[in-house]
């Protein structure tokens, strides 16, 4: 059981290490419309049409860090022009003419709860380490002391 604790906190670790997006600057520039798929408390997609003709996309909860999807819908409505930072397949970065709407680092926000959690499982796994080999003592239901020889 050990093994696996320290196999899935290995895991953990690498999810939260391993770039899975390009560098900021060499994605493609372009402006976009955007167009939000079913508009609505469950919406969980915006397309958005690049100048070039392409059709990128942002969704919530996805490798992108979480889309904006409330605030893409008001802009769809008002037909606003937005610049994307895109790999040609998934948007990374929204700016409207004012500001940032989507920043490029939210893609690392939840790289700080994922390394949390590899700590948690891997003291998990030490504190097995421990037990086994005698320096942490073992209780069963009574509360009596589990002695190991």
Known sequence: ????????????????????????????????????????????????RTASGAQ????RGHKSGGCPIEHLVRME??????????DGARVLQIADKERVIHP????????????????????VGLGQIAIHIGWANEYDKEGKLIQRE
């Open 77 to 86: 409505a008002r037909q606003v022009q937005l610049t994307v930072w895109h």
């Open 1 to 48: 059981m050990t093994v696996f604790t320290f196999a899935f906190a290995a895991l953990l670790t690498g999810m939260a290490l391993w770039p899975y997006a390009p560098p900021l600057e060499t994605l493609t520039v372009e402006s976009a419309t955007v167009e939000v798929k079913h508009p609505g408390p469950m919406a969980r997609e915006a397309v958005f």
């Open 56 to 59: 990128v996309s942002c969704s």
């Open 104 to 123: 490029y680092d939210d893609i690392y926000s939840g790289r700080a709860f994922v390394l949390v959690m590899a700590a948690i499982v891997a003291l």
